[in-house]
């Protein structure tokens, strides 16, 4: 691990500023993703932020009949509140899914939407890698891709995204909430946060440099059946292969979005609208442009069936 200075920031504004004023500086809450990166020096910040001590850890209210939920609520806790498990049990069933108890404990809503990849070329720093060194190549195009993306990806990366909590996010239509360092909020759809990899898939996310997450906000509930289904390699502790999130209403209408198949959560509007016509009809809109690997081909296979499992249970 290399050196690094620290502070504790005061306040959200202040820990926006410090970032901007320390390039290459990283916020630290949980710290279950960036500290193994700085173990492994694929992260390395010359400057580390504490915002532990920031009041963001609240779930309250919103005058419109949703949430807001700290970007420092832990996983764990959001996952167990009461209204989350009433209203919003897709995102509640997305939380258990993910880590194991321990690491839900630490992590925190904002740090589970900013995790960064587990392709193995982008952990293994003998490989070439576009995401960990912009210009390198991709490893994964030509190596072993089997959890890897099917869809959304490109000729620089083929990465896939590894949070179950933001499937379920994205799903619900959240807002990302943040301050940037002059001290001017932004509020940011889930489904405008990631960007595509393209030619520059280092830059992750639409956040300006040290624009800092301070809440997620959920609009108001959205009733209907709710489920989330993951298929991993293994029972526990193991990132998706791929996951299904639904919401289905009596009349046989509602959303899906998938993980484990592209680099951010997986739902397209219009794919939505053809729920009534069958799991078919909406695997044929989300998986249009596929372009999987010899290797992860089978993932559209298994999110065809998987898609109609869901959507069976949930009409039953």
């Known amino acids: ?23 290459g500086a990283k916020f630290i809450a949980g710290g279950t993703n960036l500290l193994d990166l700085m173990k492994l020096e694929i992260e390395t910040p010359v400057h580390l932020i504490d915002v532990n001590g920031l009041a963001l850890d609240k779930i309250e209210p919103t005058a419109e009949g949703g949430l807001r939920i700290g970007a420092l609520v832990r996983n764990t806790d959001l996952a167990a509140d009461e209204r989350v498990r009433r209203d919003y049990a897709v995102l509640s069933r997305a939380l258990l899914a993910g880590a194991s108890g321990q690491l839900r404990n630490r992590a925190t809503t904002a740090g589970n939407l900013l995790q960064r990849t587990r392709c193995p070329y982008f952990y293994d720093t003998n490989q070439p890698c576009n995401k960990r060194l912009p210009g390198s190549g991709c490893a994964a195009l030509g ?18 995204h590894p949070s179950d909590m933001a499937v379920a996010m994205r799903l ?36 300006a440099p040290g624009e800092f997450i301070t809440a997620v906000t ?14 991993r390699d293994r029972a526990s502790y193991a990132f998706a292969l791929v996951s299904v999130a639904a919401v289905v209403q009596p009349d046989g209408t509602g959303r899906v979005a998938l993980g484990g198949v592209a680099h951010k959560p997986w739902r397209m509007e219009e794919a939505d609208a053809q729920l009534v016509h069958g799991a078919q009809a ?4 989300l998986f249009a442009d596929a372009q999987p690997t010899p290797e992860n081909e089978f993932k559209l296979t298994l999110a065809k069936r998987t898609l109609a499992s869901v959507l069976t249970e949930a009409r039953a």
């Open 172 to 207: 619900l239509d959240a807002v990302v909430e943040t301050v940037n360092p002059d001290g001017s909020e932004r509020h940011i759809p889930v489904a405008d946060f990631y960007r595509a990899p393209g030619n520059t898939p280092h830059l992750e996310t639409v956040l």
């Open 143 to 160: 190596g072993y891709s089997r959890q890897l993306a099917v869809v959304g990806a490109s000729d620089a990366c083929i990465a896939t």
């Open 218 to 231: 959920l609009p108001p509930p959205l009733g209907g059946t709710h489920i989330y289904r993951k298929v």
């Open 1 to 23: 691990m290399k050196a690094f200075t620290y502070e504790r920031a005061a306040t959200p504004a202040d820990a926006a500023a410090s970032a901007k004023q320390h390039p």
């Open 282 to 285: 909406v695997y044929d809109r």
